[in-house]
């Protein structure tokens, strides 16, 4: 089946720590992109790529870092620049930037 | 750049009762407008979309949002709820893609429905 893979599902980090969440999709989309959501924010735009080996910051891309080697993958790299990491994360997908995405189950991240 | 607002953040409703979730977005340019659920621990999936044409766009599970460009709203309605439609819904715009433009898709707050028996 074609879908959109995020794991770990959960995942926690200690101070100081980077860690990194996994996304991987095998939908053959173009676009790939991470959101942030925190409760009564809605979901926030973190960064996006259209393409492989490009992206672009979103709007809250501080103490985030991510690559696009691969169509299929797009890491997030949550690095101890983030102050507050604490949130649910979501990937998505689409054939090309604008249309419609196709989301993961998502990744809830706790500070220890 | 764009923006919207989801002018409630929680509706409660009775079963088989009509509901309207409220949505407004601001823009400089044209623009493609979404509407999604997501149901708890779950990703978001999309409930119907408007990119051109019949201002009425029908979705999944009955819903369907009406583009209003004078007042820049887009907002979602189903005439009778079920408990199942217990969620919450993300209102999103993005910019129609062509030169400048980068497609990326802003999302509003979110409301939640809570839907009673």
């Known amino acids: 089946d074609g879908g959109i893979t995020q794991s770990p599902k959960y995942l926690f980090r200690k101070e100081g720590q980077n860690v990194t969440l996994s996304c991987e999709q095998n939908?053959?989309?173009?676009?790939m992109y991470w959101y942030r959501q925190d409760p009564g924010q809605g979901l926030r735009l973190i960064y996006y790529?259209?393409?492989?080996?490009?992206?672009q910051k979103g709007d809250i891309a501080e103490g985030y870092s991510v690559s696009r080697e691969k169509k299929e993958s797009f890491p997030l790299t949550v690095t101890s620049a983030q102050k507050n990491p604490t949130a649910f994360y979501l990937c998505?997908?689409?054939?090309?930037?604008?249309?419609?995405?196709?989301f993961g189950s998502g990744t809830q991240l706790s500070v220890l | 750049a764009q923006s919207v607002t989801q002018l409630d953040s929680q509706v409660p409703v009775f079963e088989e009762a009509p509901v309207e979730l409220r949505c407004n977005y601001s823009?400089?340019?044209?623009?493609?407008l979404f509407w999604y659920v997501q149901y708890p621990n779950q990703g978001l999936q999309l409930l119907l979309k408007?990119?051109?044409?019949?201002?009425l766009v029908k979705g999944i599970n009955g819903f369907e949002a009406e583009f209003n460009k004078s007042q820049t709203s887009f907002h979602l309605r189903k005439p009778s709820v079920h408990i199942s439609d217990t969620a919450e819904y993300f209102c999103?715009?993005?910019?129609?893609?062509?030169?400048?433009?980068?497609?990326?898709?802003?999302f509003g707050q979110g409301t939640t429905l809570q839907v009673k028996p």
């Open positions: 998505a997908s689409s054939v090309r930037s604008g249309e419609k995405l196709f």
């Open positions: 939908l053959n989309h173009d676009a």
């Open positions: 790529s259209q393409i492989v080996n490009d992206f």
């Open positions: 823009s400089s340019v044209s623009v493609y």
């Open positions: 408007y990119l051109s044409g019949s201002t």
């Open positions: 999103a715009v993005s910019d129609r893609l062509g030169s400048g433009n980068t497609g990326k898709l802003i």
